[in-house]
């Protein structure tokens, strides 16, 4: 692979309502700390020197306010494009990565809605996908045990079984990918969709929520490589206490 090969791009899926969060504006644009989550997010990745382009897919009535927004919080020499996100994660990373550049040959694709990665985990990523790995994702182990269930609304559910848990993890992002892997499950996803809505027969596969799912979907190898506790995922009003705690001990730590 040649230099330009071996920098990543990062798609980061910033179109998201937010529903779980509660009533107010669309989730990467929410406050923490006085910095909507998204700009969080995006200088977590340029602080990587293994990134060198940031694609938002933003709400795609907000690509001027997001442009802005960058621009305001001190991201403006940095390389960082804004599309119109879709209306859902997976339509808003494609679109995203129909944006990168062809000699781009590795992307990594980050939540907006995971402000407080470390660097290191970045480089970690980047680092297994330029090593050889086609997808990676970084992940922890659970604090919980879990069962599987038969879903019934409001309850009780009969238990089905209990996964070991010592071989679950839980995944979080960026996720890592060689470019040509990454675009061509998007695209077979694409297509199996557009399949499924003329077949009339919506819904007849489980839905993917992550991009590694679906390299796994389409028979592609995915590893695991060690997450952070402080990449957790804001999705409902308790993360955003939880990651102004964490946010505040940072501050508090770098004034020393
Ligand atoms: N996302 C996106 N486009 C969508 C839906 C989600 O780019 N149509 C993004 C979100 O902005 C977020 C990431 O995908 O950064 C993870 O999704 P999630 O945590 O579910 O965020 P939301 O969809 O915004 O939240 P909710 O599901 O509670 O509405
Ligand atoms: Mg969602």
């Known amino acids: 692979m040649n230099a330009t090969g071996a920098i990543a791009a990062a798609v980061v899926p910033a179109a998201g309502r937010g529903e779980r969060l509660g009533p107010g504006a669309p989730k990467a644009l929410r406050d923490l700390g006085g910095v909507p989550l998204l700009v969080h997010a995006v200088r977590?990745?340029?602080r990587s020197r293994a990134v060198g382009l940031v694609v938002v897919a933003a709400p795609a009535d907000g690509v001027a306010e997001v442009v802005?927004?960058?621009?305001?919080?001190?991201?403006?020499?940095?390389?960082?494009?804004?599309v119109a996100g879709g209306d859902t994660r997976q339509e808003s990373?494609?679109?995203?990565?129909a944006a990168i550049p062809a000699e781009v040959g590795i992307v990594l694709v980050h939540d907006a809605a995971r402000p407080l990665v470390p660097v290191e985990v970045v480089d970690a990523v980047a680092a297994a996908v330029r090593a050889g790995a086609e997808a990676v994702v970084?992940?922890?182990p659970l604090a919980d045990t879990v069962k599987r269930v038969e879903p019934v609304r409001g309850g009780p559910e009969p238990v089905l079984d209990t996964p070991d848990r010592a071989t679950l993890r839980?995944?979080?992002?960026?996720?890592?990918?060689?470019?040509?892997?990454?675009?061509?499950?998007?695209?077979?996803?694409?297509?199996?969709?557009?399949?499924e809505e003329s077949a009339g027969a919506g819904g007849a596969l489980p839905p993917v929520t992550d991009d590694a799912g679906l390299v796994e979907r389409f028979g592609g190898r995915v590893v695991v490589v060690p997450g952070h506790e402080e990449a957790f995922k804001v999705t409902r009003p308790l993360d955003l206490v939880l990651a102004e705690a964490v946010l505040a001990r940072r501050r508090a730590a770098d004034a020393y």
């Open 93 to 97: 990373v494609r679109l995203g990565l």
């Open 44 to 46: 977590a990745l340029t």
């Open 68 to 82: 802005a927004l960058l621009d305001s919080h001190g991201l403006e020499g940095k390389d960082i494009r804004v």
């Open 138 to 140: 970084p992940a922890v």
């Open 170 to 195: 839980a995944v979080q992002t960026p996720q890592g990918f060689r470019r040509d892997t990454l675009a061509e499950v998007h695209a077979k996803a694409l297509a199996e969709a557009l399949a």
